[in-house]
C-alpha cells in the first residue's frame, strides 16, 4: 500500500482525492500499487466531508510520517507550496503538482533537490491539463529532435474566443459568462493576459532545450483587445482566432511567445474549440503529431496528477525523465522574428499604410469606414516602425499557417 498525502483541499485537492479513491481498483489491476489517500493538509475544517477525519492542520504530522510515500501539492502559487514542496524533497518525499507557477518558477532547483534526496518531482499536470504532453515530450519524443511546438494551452481563452466567435459577443460579456460557468478566475488576468499560457510554454522550452526558458522571457500578449470586428474579417479569411503558445528552433536562434493569431482551416488546431488544449508538435523525424483533451475542468487535471501518482507508486517515477538545468538558455531578439500579420487601419489610412507595409494583400472590408490588409513577411520591429510611419492601427492580430 502506498500512503498519498495531499497538500491543499480546495476545488482540485478534494478532485485529486475523489480520482485516487473511485479509481482505486482500477490503478491496483493496472500497477498491483494500492494507493490511499491518508491525510490532507487545510487550515479548514470540513465536518461531514467524506474526508473529514483525514484533515490535518499541521505539514510537520505529514512531513513527520514515517508512512508518507507521495506527497501531492495543489496549494497554489510560489509561497507555502514551494516551502512544503522543498522540505518533502529534502526529505527524501516525492512530490507531484499542478502548480504550473510553482513549476515555472522554481523547476529546476526543486528537480536538483529530489534528484540530490532520491525522490522525484513529476508535474504532468501543470501543462494541457489531462493532456499527457510532457510524457510524450520525455518518453516517445524522444529519438526525435523538437524544433517547434504550437499549442492551445488555456482552455478559460479558447472558451472566450470560441463563444465570441460563435455567439457574436463582446469580450467583457463573454468574460462574465465563463465566469459564472467557473471557467474563469474572479480576477481573470493570468488566463486573459496570457501569463498562463506563457508559463507553460516556457516549461515545455525548458523540457525541450534541456536549459531554463523562464516564463518571464516569454513574449507574452492576451486576448483582451481582440474586438467582435476581429472574428467579423477571420471569417472573411476563413481563419479561426485562438491564442497560442509557440516555441521555435530557427537558423538564427530560439525563441517562445504567446499571443493571438488567426488560423486557417488546414491547420490541426483550427477545430479545437472551447475549454478543449491542444498541443502541435513538430519533430525532425516523425514531423508533425498533435495531441487533445480536456484543459480546463478539475477532474481532467487530477487524472493527470494521479497518472503521476501510479507512476511513483509503481516505477518510483523513473518512467519519466525530465533534463532542465538551472542555467538560463538564450532567447533570441523577439524584435526580429518574422511573420505575416493582419491589419486594420482607418479607411482615410489607405495610400499611406500601402506606402508603409510593402507587398500587401487587401481583405474585404468587414466593416465600414476601415482598410484591412495582410502584410508579407516581416519582422515584429519592422511592423512596429511602419505602424509608427502611419500614425498607428485599429488592430493587428499575427497569421498562422
Known amino acids: 500500500m502506498k500512503h498519498v498525502y495531499i497538500l491543499g483541499y480546495g476545488t482540485e485537492g478534494s478532485e485529486d482525492a475523489e480520482v485516487i479513491s473511485v479509481n482505486r481498483s482500477v490503478v491496483r489491476e493496472k500497477t498491483g500499487e494500492d494507493l490511499v489517500v491518508s491525510h490532507i493538509l487545510d487550515l479548514r475544517e470540513f465536518p461531514g466531508d467524506i474526508n473529514e477525519d483525514k484533515i490535518v492542520n499541521d505539514f510537520n504530522v505529514?512531513?513527520?510520517d514515517p508512512e508518507t510515500d507521495i506527497v501531492v501539492e495543489t496549494m497554489g502559487g510560489c509561497g507555502a507550496a514551494y516551502e512544503f514542496t522543498k522540505k518533502a524533497l529534502e526529505k527524501g518525499i516525492s512530490v507531484c503538482t499542478s502548480n504550473k507557477a510553482l513549476v515555472a518558477e522554481k523547476g529546476p532547483e526543486l528537480m536538483k533537490i529530489a534528484e540530490s534526496n532520491g525522490a522525484r518531482y513529476l508535474?504532468?499536470?501543470?501543462?494541457?491539463?489531462?493532456?499527457?504532453?510532457?510524457?510524450?515530450?520525455?518518453?516517445?519524443?524522444t529519438a526525435d529532435d523538437v524544433d517547434g511546438i504550437t499549442g492551445i494551452l488555456n482552455g478559460t481563452t479558447n472558451y472566450i474566443l470560441t463563444a465570441m466567435d460563435r455567439d457574436g459577443a463582446d469580450f467583457d460579456t463573454v468574460l462574465k459568462d465563463a465566469q459564472d460557468k467557473g471557467f474563469a478566475e474572479r480576477d481573470p488576468s493570468a488566463d486573459v493576459d496570457g501569463f498562463d499560457a506563457g508559463r507553460k510554454i516556457a516549461i515545455l522550452s525548458s523540457l525541450v532545450t534541456g536549459k531554463n526558458v523562464g516564463w518571464q522571457q516569454v513574449y507574452t500578449e492576451g486576448i483582451s483587445k481582440i474586438e467582435q470586428a476581429d472574428f467579423e474579417y477571420a471569417r472573411v479569411l476563413k481563419r479561426k482566432i485562438k491564442l497560442l503558445g509557440a516555441f521555435r528552433k530557427t537558423p538564427k536562434g530560439v525563441f517562445a511567445m504567446v499571443a493571438p493569431f488567426m488560423i486557417?482551416?488546414?491547420?490541426?488546431?483550427?477545430?479545437?474549440?472551447?475549454?478543449?488544449?491542444?498541443?502541435?508538435?513538430?519533430?525532425?523525424?516523425l514531423d508533425d503529431s498533435m495531441y487533445y483533451g480536456q484543459g480546463a475542468g478539475k477532474l481532467a487535471t487530477a487524472s493527470a496528477v494521479t497518472a503521476d501518482v501510479t507512476d511513483?507508486?509503481?516505477?518510483?517515477?523513473?518512467?519519466?525523465?525530465?533534463?532542465?538545468?538551472?542555467?538560463?538558455?538564450?532567447?533570441?531578439?523577439f524584435s526580429s522574428t518574422r511573420r505575416r500579420f493582419f491589419v486594420r487601419v482607418a479607411a482615410d489610412k489607405k495610400e499611406e499604410a500601402l506606402k508603409a507595409f510593402r507587398g500587401t494583400e487587401e481583405v474585404e472590408a468587414a466593416r465600414a469606414g476601415e482598410y484591412a490588409f495582410i502584410t508579407g513577411e516581416m519582422s515584429e520591429k519592422n511592423f512596429d516602425e511602419a505602424s509608427e510611419m502611419i500614425g498607428g492601427v485599429i488592430g493587428r492580430i499575427r497569421l498562422e499557417v
Open 264 to 285: 486557417p482551416a488546414s491547420n490541426p488546431l483550427y477545430m479545437v474549440d472551447g475549454v478543449f488544449n491542444a498541443v502541435l508538435v513538430h519533430g525532425n523525424m
Open 123 to 141: 508535474f504532468e499536470a501543470a501543462v494541457g491539463g489531462g493532456i499527457p504532453i510532457i510524457r510524450v515530450l520525455r518518453t516517445c519524443l
Open 62 to 64: 505529514i512531513l513527520e
Open 312 to 333: 511513483l507508486a509503481s516505477r518510483g517515477g523513473d518512467g519519466v525523465r525530465y533534463v532542465w538545468d538551472a542555467e538560463d538558455m538564450e532567447l533570441m531578439d
